[in-house]
């Protein structure tokens, strides 16, 4: 039964390490949908490396109707 409660110590220990570690940057609210989730951009294309070809427009067989 002690080893439970010094495993748990441990753990515990270790999850507030972390999360002092991770600052302003740590979010603990979970999973976000909608306009609360953060997209980000990606990375610019390496100036030596060819550009990539634009895409193309959604026919009009896809468009509502």
């Known amino acids: 039964m002690w080893k439970i409660a ?3 110590v441990v753990f515990a ?3 507030l390490y ?3 570690k991770g600052g302003d940057s740590l979010d603990m ?8 989730a953060v997209h980000v ?3 610019k294309a390496d ?6 070809p ?3 427009p959604a026919s ?3 468009a509502a109707k």
């Open 29 to 36: 609210s979970g999973e976000k949908h909608g306009a609360d």
């Open 13 to 15: 220990a270790l999850a």
């Open 54 to 56: 634009a895409a193309a």
């Open 60 to 62: 009009d067989a896809s």
């Open 47 to 52: 100036a030596s490396a060819p550009a990539a």
């Open 6 to 8: 010094v495993g748990f």
């Open 18 to 20: 972390v999360i002092s």
């Open 41 to 43: 951009e990606p990375a």
